[in-house]
């Protein structure tokens, strides 16, 4: 078949044109700001190297705690939205009436903003009128109440368990679409062999689950580590500083601070270790689709 | 399929089991409803758990109205009616090219695109920020739309792309025996067929769009043009005692998402799993 040799560029133009004005070229211009010290207005901007980097890891203390914060987030979430997500595909893994039903309801907070979820679940934890304290009140536990949002010791994990809420229908979703493609031989063929049934899903459906949980690792990695809408609009990083992650923090020092240097800095980082991830989990789902 | 054929006591623990997480998922959603309807006399005096003894449907008429909410959600209506179908569409073409058309470059051009789906949108912040404010297209909708479009691009792309590949060549032999030239070819070949993928690709654009924050705060700064998300966070904070308007808001805001939800909710199950594994 013919074709002029700049067809093809073409159909491409709008998408490379959009994409390179609005991500690749910004990207770079980044990395180059992170070498600099600069306001933002100044027409001026100094050239300071990798101080904006080594300044961070040395001398900004709640740079430390985001950073602190954010692996503490993405073990959590590692940890918990994938635990979690997994019991609960597991549970609706079965014949059962109304089983659509639940399903929507612990996939429906997925599809909710960050910012409706924030305000729902800090009115959740409202210190006087919240459900919580109101709970732990009736059932005779008022010690326990407290302001769980104001309170450094506390406010990151609460932020967390709204995030929990929020976030672990997807890997149940993923979870579920796994388990169904499992055939029913190799489980009748264990039966046969005298299997019980925690062996059957150790030896069985984890193994044959490995392609979902590469998928699910990857996804839930990747937002655990862009963590934002959720921290800004509940604590927006306080109680002080105590739940700032990376992406808030750059927030403030590029938005607020107008330390432009160290902001793209920090945003160099979340590149860096999210291209440890998302690298190899490209060239594993690529590498599949061409099969 | 992996179910287990088990005895009824298993079945019942099952239910059990499925009942009560369930409804501790549903706290928050039932909370925030019994607030809204609430007065904010009644929400001070009467136990938490009470039903709305009348329920105060003003609530949402004065957030709607005063806080701006309907504002915020016709701003937010139009940039994702223009974004989401535009984005398709100029995705589609850059995977018809790499797919359909003979190009060298195809599988250089498909990474480079892909390196966008590790860039964390913090990265480009600040170049974007100089680069609309030079323009004049801060807190405009084309400036908005621009810069949604432009991180709806690789996993269009990505989405797109690995569904092209699944259409059969000969499809596209039989075309050409037929006449068609490239472009009736993917109007009348392709994009037909491609129609679950697009599907669920408009879905979750749309989810995707309608749910943006991080950008939204940047790039908008005037209280006219803000989204859903933004104004939500801005009608909060001006009515942060007020709980009971705050609930109705968010419950408003909860709405248009809630509908999409319902009506599509088979495309988001099947279709996430499908999106995600390419």
Sequence with gaps: ?291 | MGEQHASPVLVSIRYAVLIVLALLFLVPIVFIVFTALKSNAELASRPFYALPSEPQWGNFAKAWNQGRLSMYIKNTLIICLVKVPLGILIEAFAAYALTRMKFRWSNAMFAFFLVGMMIPMQATLVPLNVFLNKTGLVSTYPGIMLVYLGFGIPFGIFVLRGFFRAIPMELDEAAYIDGCGDFQKFVKVILPLSMPAIATLVIFDFMATWNEFLLAQIFITKDEMKTITTGLLSFKGEHTANYTLMSAGVLISIVPVLAVYLAFQRYFVSGLAGAVKG
């Design chain 1, 1 to 291: 078949m013919f074709m002029r040799a700049w067809k093809p560029w073409l159909y491409l133009l709008p998408a490379l044109v959009i994409y390179l004005i609005v991500i690749f070229v910004p990207t770079l211009n980044t990395l180059y700001l992170s070498f600099f010290k600069w306001n933002g207005v100044a027409p001026d901007k100094t050239f300071v190297g990798l101080h904006n980097y080594t300044n961070l890891f040395l001398h900004d203390t709640v740079f430390g705690t985001a950073l602190k914060n954010n692996l503490l987030w993405v073990a959590g979430s590692l940890l918990f939205v994938i635990g979690f997500g997994l019991l609960l595909a597991l549970l609706l893994n079965a014949k059962l009436k109304g089983r659509i039903v639940f399903r929507g309801v612990f996939y429906f907070p997925y599809v909710l903003s960050g910012v409706i979820v924030a305000t729902m679940w800090a009115w959740m934890y409202n210190p006087t009128q919240g459900f919580v304290n109101k709970v732990l009140e009736s059932v005779g536990l008022e010690s326990w109440a407290q302001a769980w949002l104001a309170d450094p010791r506390t406010a990151l994990g609460a932020v967390f368990i709204a995030a929990l809420w929020h976030g672990i229908g997807q890997p149940m979703v993923l979870f579920l679409a796994g388990l169904q493609t499992i055939p029913a031989d190799p489980y009748e063929a264990a039966i046969i062999d005298g299997a019980k049934r925690y062996q059957t899903f150790w030896h069985i459906t984890l193994p044959l689950l490995r392609e979902t949980f590469i998928i699910v690792f990857a996804t839930t990695f990747i937002a655990a580590m862009k963590v934002y809408d959720i921290i800004y609009a509940m604590t927006a990083g306080g109680p002080a500083e105590s739940t700032q992650v990376l992406s808030s923090w750059m927030y403030y020092q590029t938005f607020k601070f107008a330390n432009i240097g160290s902001g793209s800095a920090i945003s160099m980082i979340l590149v860096l270790v999210s291209m440890v991830i998302i690298i190899p989990y490209v060239i594993f789902t690529t590498r599949r689709s061409h099969v």
